[in-house]
């Protein structure tokens, strides 16, 4: 699964609800990131709260699995952008900052790189909403989460 490759089908196309210099930005920290992975593993890709359920002979069961290959922080990416349907609730900046700074610690993770796969996945988000025939507006969930990481992040990202 080249989830990067999204960025490039949505740069080739006309549409331009998704700013130039967020997809840009997204898009260099995604590759950067990728580059420098390490830990590198077999992950579920969509772990999020809609995708664990528990079962009464199973217990705990993650469902959906996309089978992605990478480093843990990415993991972390879809959590920082449910639930999905309450923008509300994630795309705060002291929100997310808790978040972060909560799994980064439970998984003995790099704060910097939940967040920044957090902001290069919710334009990944954005673009898909586009793909499957959607309008991002201004409250698109992905696009509200990638506009709070990124006034997050350092002037070097």
Do not use: C
Request: hydrophobic share 45%.
């Amino acid at each position: 699964m080249d989830w990067a490759a999204g960025f490039d089908r949505y740069a080739a196309t006309e549409d331009r609800r998704i700013p130039d210099d967020l997809l840009a930005q997204a898009q260099g920290i995604y590759w950067d990131l990728a580059n420098s992975q390490s830990q590198i593993r077999l992950l579920h890709g969509d772990l999020q709260h809609y995708n664990v359920l528990l079962d009464a002979q199973r217990g705990w069961l993650a469902i959906d699995a996309k089978g992605v290959l990478g480093e843990p922080a990415f993991e972390i990416g879809a959590v920082l952008r449910n639930p999905i349907e309450r923008p509300d609730l994630f795309a705060q900046a002291s929100v997310v900052e808790r978040r972060v700074r909560h799994f980064a610690a439970k998984l003995m993770l790099d704060e910097d790189r939940v967040l920044l796969w957090g902001f290069a996945q919710a334009v990944l988000s954005a673009i898909w909403t586009v793909e499957d025939g959607h309008s991002p507006d201004s409250a698109d969930p992905g696009l509200l989460l990638a506009q709070t990481i990124r006034s997050m992040l350092s002037p070097l990202n």
